[in-house]
Protein backbone atom coordinates (compact mmCIF):
# COMPACT_ATOMS: atom_id res chain seq x y z
CA UNK A 1 0.00 0.00 0.00
CA UNK A 2 1.48 3.39 -1.42
CA UNK A 3 -0.23 5.25 1.30
CA UNK A 4 -3.63 5.93 3.52
CA UNK A 5 -4.07 4.20 7.10
CA UNK A 6 -4.98 1.63 8.88
CA UNK A 7 -7.37 0.78 11.89
CA UNK A 8 -6.76 -2.56 13.44
CA UNK A 9 -8.47 -4.79 15.62
CA UNK A 10 -11.64 -3.03 15.89
CA UNK A 11 -14.20 -4.78 17.31
CA UNK A 12 -17.47 -5.20 15.24
CA UNK A 13 -19.95 -7.95 16.92
CA UNK A 14 -19.29 -9.90 20.06
CA UNK A 15 -21.26 -13.27 19.98
CA UNK A 16 -22.14 -15.21 23.24
CA UNK A 17 -19.94 -17.40 24.62
CA UNK A 18 -17.06 -15.66 22.42
CA UNK A 19 -14.27 -13.58 22.27
CA UNK A 20 -14.75 -10.06 20.55
CA UNK A 21 -14.70 -10.51 16.98
CA UNK A 22 -12.11 -8.05 15.27
CA UNK A 23 -11.56 -6.23 11.65
CA UNK A 24 -9.08 -4.39 10.46
CA UNK A 25 -10.24 -1.77 7.77
CA UNK A 26 -8.08 -0.56 4.92
CA UNK A 27 -8.65 3.31 4.16
CA UNK A 28 -7.33 5.11 0.97
CA UNK A 29 -5.08 8.16 0.87
CA UNK A 30 -7.27 11.22 0.65
CA UNK A 31 -4.79 11.76 -2.77
CA UNK A 32 -5.53 8.14 -3.74
CA UNK A 33 -9.28 8.65 -3.82
CA UNK A 34 -8.92 11.28 -6.36
CA UNK A 35 -5.40 9.59 -8.16
CA UNK A 36 -4.80 8.37 -11.56
CA UNK A 37 -4.83 5.24 -10.71
CA UNK A 38 -8.81 5.26 -10.43
CA UNK A 39 -11.40 5.44 -13.04
CA UNK A 40 -13.78 8.61 -14.08
CA UNK A 41 -16.19 6.25 -12.41
CA UNK A 42 -14.58 5.82 -9.04
CA UNK A 43 -13.77 9.85 -9.14
CA UNK A 44 -17.34 11.18 -9.73
CA UNK A 45 -18.40 10.22 -6.05
CA UNK A 46 -16.63 10.82 -3.02
CA UNK A 47 -18.17 7.55 -1.23
CA UNK A 48 -15.86 4.64 -2.02
CA UNK A 49 -16.17 1.41 -2.46
CA UNK A 50 -15.32 -1.33 -0.33
CA UNK A 51 -14.54 -5.08 0.39
CA UNK A 52 -15.01 -7.29 3.10
CA UNK A 53 -12.41 -9.91 3.05
CA UNK A 54 -12.62 -13.18 5.02
CA UNK A 55 -9.71 -14.99 5.62
CA UNK A 56 -8.90 -18.88 4.95
CA UNK A 57 -7.64 -21.63 6.93
CA UNK A 58 -9.82 -24.62 6.32
CA UNK A 59 -12.71 -22.54 8.88
CA UNK A 60 -10.53 -23.98 11.83
CA UNK A 61 -7.22 -21.65 11.92
CA UNK A 62 -5.86 -18.19 10.62
CA UNK A 63 -6.77 -14.49 11.03
CA UNK A 64 -7.67 -11.50 9.72
CA UNK A 65 -5.46 -9.70 7.00
CA UNK A 66 -4.29 -12.58 5.70
CA UNK A 67 -4.46 -14.86 2.58
CA UNK A 68 -2.72 -17.70 4.07
CA UNK A 69 1.15 -17.66 4.32
CA UNK A 70 2.03 -19.22 1.34
CA UNK A 71 0.33 -16.79 -0.76
CA UNK A 72 1.14 -14.22 1.54
CA UNK A 73 4.64 -14.95 0.78
CA UNK A 74 4.46 -14.53 -3.00
CA UNK A 75 4.29 -10.78 -2.23
CA UNK A 76 1.07 -10.13 -4.39
CA UNK A 77 -0.23 -8.25 -1.85
CA UNK A 78 -4.02 -7.92 -3.37
CA UNK A 79 -5.58 -6.10 -0.40
CA UNK A 80 -3.24 -3.39 -0.22
CA UNK A 81 -3.49 -3.53 -4.49
CA UNK A 82 -6.94 -2.54 -3.80
CA UNK A 83 -6.70 0.03 -1.40
CA UNK A 84 -4.18 1.58 -3.93
CA UNK A 85 -7.48 1.27 -6.35
CA UNK A 86 -9.25 3.53 -4.27
CA UNK A 87 -11.15 0.68 -2.52
CA UNK A 88 -11.52 0.44 1.30
CA UNK A 89 -11.02 -2.92 2.84
CA UNK A 90 -12.50 -4.15 5.79
CA UNK A 91 -10.93 -7.92 6.65
CA UNK A 92 -12.42 -9.58 9.26
CA UNK A 93 -12.42 -12.60 11.91
CA UNK A 94 -14.97 -15.12 12.67
CA UNK A 95 -15.62 -17.74 15.24
CA UNK A 96 -13.64 -20.74 14.00
CA UNK A 97 -15.12 -24.28 13.82
CA UNK A 98 -13.23 -25.42 17.54
CA UNK A 99 -15.44 -22.73 18.60
CA UNK A 100 -19.06 -22.92 16.93
CA UNK A 101 -20.10 -24.83 14.39
CA UNK A 102 -22.04 -23.82 11.03
CA UNK A 103 -24.03 -21.61 10.83
CA UNK A 104 -21.69 -19.14 13.24
CA UNK A 105 -19.27 -18.63 10.70
CA UNK A 106 -21.85 -17.27 8.22
CA UNK A 107 -23.90 -15.11 10.77
CA UNK A 108 -20.06 -13.49 11.71
CA UNK A 109 -19.28 -12.67 8.44
CA UNK A 110 -22.73 -10.83 8.07
CA UNK A 111 -22.14 -9.16 10.83
CA UNK A 112 -19.10 -7.67 9.21
CA UNK A 113 -21.08 -6.52 6.46
CA UNK A 114 -23.68 -4.85 8.70
CA UNK A 115 -21.11 -3.06 10.83
CA UNK A 116 -19.89 -1.65 7.65
CA UNK A 117 -22.59 -1.05 5.94
CA UNK A 118 -23.67 0.89 9.23
CA UNK A 119 -20.59 2.91 9.64
CA UNK A 120 -20.81 3.70 5.89
CA UNK A 121 -21.04 7.37 6.33
CA UNK A 122 -18.15 7.56 9.10
CA UNK A 123 -15.47 6.50 6.76
CA UNK A 124 -16.86 7.83 3.14
CA UNK A 125 -18.27 4.02 2.09
CA UNK A 126 -21.32 3.65 -0.52
CA UNK A 127 -23.11 1.37 0.87
CA UNK A 128 -24.13 0.25 -2.02
CA UNK A 129 -21.06 -0.97 -2.96
CA UNK A 130 -19.83 -3.09 -0.77
CA UNK A 131 -18.15 -6.40 -1.97
CA UNK A 132 -17.28 -9.52 -0.54
CA UNK A 133 -14.04 -11.16 -1.03
CA UNK A 134 -12.55 -14.40 0.20
CA UNK A 135 -9.83 -17.56 -0.33
CA UNK A 136 -10.85 -20.91 0.24
CA UNK A 137 -12.94 -21.58 3.28
CA UNK A 138 -13.92 -17.96 3.37
CA UNK A 139 -14.45 -17.95 -0.58
CA UNK A 140 -16.93 -20.55 1.24
CA UNK A 141 -18.38 -17.64 3.43
CA UNK A 142 -17.88 -15.29 0.99
CA UNK A 143 -20.11 -16.90 -1.34
CA UNK A 144 -22.66 -17.90 1.06
CA UNK A 145 -22.76 -13.93 1.99
CA UNK A 146 -23.86 -13.38 -1.53
CA UNK A 147 -26.38 -16.36 -2.19
CA UNK A 148 -28.38 -15.66 1.52
CA UNK A 149 -28.72 -11.38 1.79
CA UNK A 150 -31.60 -10.90 3.59
CA UNK A 151 -32.47 -14.78 5.04
CA UNK A 152 -34.30 -15.09 7.86
CA UNK A 153 -32.89 -18.36 8.28
CA UNK A 154 -29.05 -16.65 8.48
CA UNK A 155 -30.47 -13.72 10.50
CA UNK A 156 -29.08 -14.84 13.81
CA UNK A 157 -29.67 -11.30 15.93
CA UNK A 158 -27.92 -9.28 13.58
CA UNK A 159 -25.85 -8.23 16.25
CA UNK A 160 -27.03 -4.72 17.29
CA UNK A 161 -27.74 -3.64 13.51
CA UNK A 162 -31.03 -5.57 12.68
CA UNK A 163 -32.48 -3.02 10.16
CA UNK A 164 -28.85 -2.47 8.29
CA UNK A 165 -28.85 -4.96 4.84
CA UNK A 166 -26.48 -7.33 5.18
CA UNK A 167 -26.27 -7.58 1.34
CA UNK A 168 -23.42 -7.39 -0.92
CA UNK A 169 -23.34 -6.15 -4.62
CA UNK A 170 -20.65 -8.50 -6.13
CA UNK A 171 -18.45 -11.45 -4.92
CA UNK A 172 -14.98 -12.88 -5.43
CA UNK A 173 -14.08 -16.01 -4.38
CA UNK A 174 -10.33 -17.85 -4.74
CA UNK A 175 -10.87 -22.09 -4.22
CA UNK A 176 -13.94 -21.94 -2.82
CA UNK A 177 -15.62 -25.20 -1.32
CA UNK A 178 -19.39 -24.71 -2.76
CA UNK A 179 -20.99 -28.09 -2.76
CA UNK A 180 -19.87 -30.00 0.65
CA UNK A 181 -22.21 -32.84 -0.30
CA UNK A 182 -20.13 -34.05 -3.51
CA UNK A 183 -16.83 -32.26 -2.37
CA UNK A 184 -15.13 -35.48 -1.38
CA UNK A 185 -16.30 -37.56 -4.60
CA UNK A 186 -15.00 -34.64 -6.56
CA UNK A 187 -11.42 -34.84 -5.30
CA UNK A 188 -8.74 -34.84 -7.93
CA UNK A 189 -6.69 -38.21 -7.91
CA UNK A 190 -3.81 -37.18 -5.98
CA UNK A 191 -5.52 -34.96 -3.48
CA UNK A 192 -4.05 -34.45 -0.08
CA UNK A 193 -7.21 -34.06 2.33
CA UNK A 194 -10.98 -34.20 1.14
CA UNK A 195 -14.23 -33.71 2.71
CA UNK A 196 -14.97 -37.38 3.20
CA UNK A 197 -11.78 -37.89 5.65
CA UNK A 198 -12.39 -38.74 9.07
CA UNK A 199 -12.20 -35.37 10.87
CA UNK A 200 -12.02 -33.43 7.84
CA UNK A 201 -12.59 -29.36 7.83
CA UNK A 202 -15.64 -29.62 6.40
CA UNK A 203 -16.78 -32.16 9.32
CA UNK A 204 -15.25 -30.17 11.82
CA UNK A 205 -17.34 -27.06 10.08
CA UNK A 206 -20.56 -29.02 10.44
CA UNK A 207 -19.81 -30.75 13.28
CA UNK A 208 -20.46 -34.03 11.34
CA UNK A 209 -19.27 -36.14 8.40
CA UNK A 210 -20.87 -34.45 5.39
CA UNK A 211 -22.18 -38.13 4.43
CA UNK A 212 -23.58 -38.87 7.65
CA UNK A 213 -25.00 -35.69 7.86
CA UNK A 214 -26.29 -34.54 4.10
CA UNK A 215 -28.77 -31.63 5.05
CA UNK A 216 -26.34 -30.13 7.50
CA UNK A 217 -24.17 -30.14 4.28
CA UNK A 218 -26.39 -29.04 1.52
CA UNK A 219 -27.56 -26.18 3.78
CA UNK A 220 -23.96 -25.09 4.60
CA UNK A 221 -23.10 -25.48 0.67
CA UNK A 222 -23.54 -21.93 -1.50
CA UNK A 223 -24.41 -24.20 -4.15
CA UNK A 224 -27.50 -24.14 -2.67
CA UNK A 225 -28.65 -20.82 -2.88
CA UNK A 226 -27.69 -20.54 -6.43
CA UNK A 227 -30.16 -18.83 -7.95
CA UNK A 228 -31.43 -15.26 -10.08
CA UNK A 229 -31.34 -13.62 -7.13
CA UNK A 230 -27.10 -14.12 -6.91
CA UNK A 231 -25.41 -10.66 -7.16
CA UNK A 232 -22.07 -11.14 -9.95
CA UNK A 233 -20.19 -13.79 -8.82
CA UNK A 234 -16.14 -14.00 -9.82
CA UNK A 235 -14.82 -17.45 -8.94
CA UNK A 236 -10.97 -18.30 -9.77
CA UNK A 237 -9.32 -21.88 -9.39
CA UNK A 238 -6.05 -23.57 -9.92
CA UNK A 239 -6.73 -26.46 -11.93
CA UNK A 240 -4.33 -28.86 -9.73
CA UNK A 241 -5.80 -28.11 -6.42
CA UNK A 242 -5.26 -30.78 -3.94
CA UNK A 243 -7.64 -29.78 -1.51
CA UNK A 244 -10.53 -28.44 -2.84
CA UNK A 245 -11.44 -29.59 -6.15
CA UNK A 246 -11.61 -27.24 -9.73
CA UNK A 247 -15.19 -28.90 -9.99
CA UNK A 248 -16.24 -27.04 -6.61
CA UNK A 249 -15.77 -23.66 -8.70
CA UNK A 250 -17.01 -24.93 -11.93
CA UNK A 251 -20.36 -26.15 -10.43
CA UNK A 252 -21.21 -23.09 -8.67
CA UNK A 253 -20.21 -21.36 -11.95
CA UNK A 254 -22.74 -23.63 -13.71
CA UNK A 255 -25.59 -23.35 -11.82
CA UNK A 256 -25.29 -19.36 -11.66
CA UNK A 257 -24.89 -18.77 -15.34
CA UNK A 258 -27.82 -21.85 -15.59
CA UNK A 259 -30.00 -18.91 -13.19
CA UNK A 260 -29.08 -16.47 -15.89
CA UNK A 261 -26.83 -14.77 -13.67
CA UNK A 262 -23.28 -12.69 -14.17
CA UNK A 263 -20.22 -15.15 -13.07
CA UNK A 264 -16.95 -15.28 -14.47
CA UNK A 265 -14.47 -18.26 -13.62
CA UNK A 266 -11.04 -18.38 -13.73
CA UNK A 267 -9.46 -21.56 -13.91
CA UNK A 268 -5.60 -21.41 -14.03
CA UNK A 269 -3.61 -24.28 -15.47
CA UNK A 270 -1.40 -26.12 -13.20
CA UNK A 271 -1.77 -23.98 -9.98
CA UNK A 272 -2.40 -26.19 -6.51
CA UNK A 273 -4.27 -24.90 -3.63
CA UNK A 274 -3.31 -21.17 -2.94
CA UNK A 275 -1.90 -20.34 -6.17
CA UNK A 276 1.16 -22.97 -5.73
CA UNK A 277 3.31 -23.83 -8.66
CA UNK A 278 6.86 -25.29 -9.02
CA UNK A 279 9.77 -23.33 -7.47
CA UNK A 280 7.64 -20.61 -5.76
CA UNK A 281 6.33 -18.91 -8.87
CA UNK A 282 4.12 -15.81 -8.34
CA UNK A 283 2.27 -16.41 -11.70
CA UNK A 284 -0.54 -18.09 -10.45
CA UNK A 285 -1.10 -15.84 -7.46
CA UNK A 286 -0.65 -12.61 -9.61
CA UNK A 287 -3.02 -13.99 -12.33
CA UNK A 288 -5.63 -14.68 -9.91
CA UNK A 289 -5.10 -10.86 -7.94
CA UNK A 290 -5.29 -8.91 -11.29
CA UNK A 291 -8.31 -10.10 -12.79
CA UNK A 292 -10.23 -10.10 -9.00
CA UNK A 293 -9.25 -6.24 -8.87
CA UNK A 294 -10.45 -6.22 -12.28
CA UNK A 295 -13.85 -7.25 -11.64
CA UNK A 296 -13.82 -5.49 -8.57
CA UNK A 297 -13.18 -2.19 -10.52
CA UNK A 298 -16.19 -2.94 -13.11
CA UNK A 299 -18.22 -3.84 -10.45
CA UNK A 300 -17.82 -0.14 -9.06
CA UNK A 301 -17.81 1.44 -12.33
CA UNK A 302 -21.41 0.20 -13.17
CA UNK A 303 -24.21 3.10 -12.46
Not at 66 to 76: A, K, W, Y
Not at 124 to 133: G, K, L
Not at 209 to 225: F, G, H, V, W
Given at each position: M??????????????????????????????Q?????????????K??????????????????S???????????S?????????????????R????????????D???????????A??Y??????????G????G????????????????????????????????????????????G????????????????R??????A?????????????????AGP???????A???????????????????????????????I???D??????????????????A????????????
Open positions: TAGRVLKGIEFAHPEGSVPLLLDLYLPAPQQSGTQQSAALKQSALPAVVHFHGGGWRVGGRSLGPQVDSLGVPIERLVDAGFVVASADYLSSVAHFPAQLLAKAAVRWLRAHAHDVDPDRIYAWDSADHLAGLVGLTAGSAVFRGEARGYADVSDTVAAVAAWYPPTDLVRMEQALPDAVATADDAGSEALLLGQPADAPEKAAAASPLTYHAPPFFLHGTADRFVPPAQSATLAAALEAAGTDVELLLEGAHMWQLPGQDPAAAAKAADTIDFFRRQAQKP
